[in-house]
Nanobody, 123 residues
Framework: QVQLVESGGGLAQAGGSLILSCAAS????????MGWFRQGPGKEREFIGT????????WYTDSMKGRFTISRDNTKNTVYLKMNSLKPEDTAIYYC????????????????WGQGTQVTVSS
């Protein structure tokens, strides 16, 4: 089991950038793949992408490519989501999650979740 705590959310301006962090504990961080998801108001949860155990490889849902970057620092047990060129439609609760599935892990394999952090983008 791994415990995940997201941070870094808040209010941002359209066109701006934001970096979310997700701190992990309870399991060897480098043994798990990590991913980011989001759920906007009235919308279904979306899979943003995933990063492998070493951090050398990332995979993104097509609609998320270009403006979102996932990275990790295994020395700090932390995974990051950098979001650029923010749009009001990026407003959502952002979740990090952990998986033991093979990279690139499918969304249903993520079985440990953080509590989420709210991101609100104003126009």
């Amino acid at each position: 089991q791994v415990q995940l705590v997201e941070s870094g959310g808040g209010l941002a301006q359209a066109g701006g950038s934001l970096i979310l962090s997700c701190a992990a504990s309870g399991r060897t961080f480098s043994s798990i793949g990590m991913g980011w998801f989001r759920q906007g108001p009235g919308k279904e949860r979306e899979f943003i992408g995933t990063i492998n155990r070493s951090g050398r490889s990332t995979w993104y849902t097509d609609s998320m490519k270009g403006r979102f970057t996932i990275s990790r620092d295994n020395t700090k047990n932390t995974v990051y989501l950098k979001m650029n060129s923010l749009k009001p439609e990026d407003t959502a609760i952002y979740y990090c999650a952990a998986t033991t599935g093979m990279f690139p892990a499918a969304p249903h394999t993520f079985n440990n979740w953080g509590q989420g952090t709210q991101v609100t983008v104003s126009s």
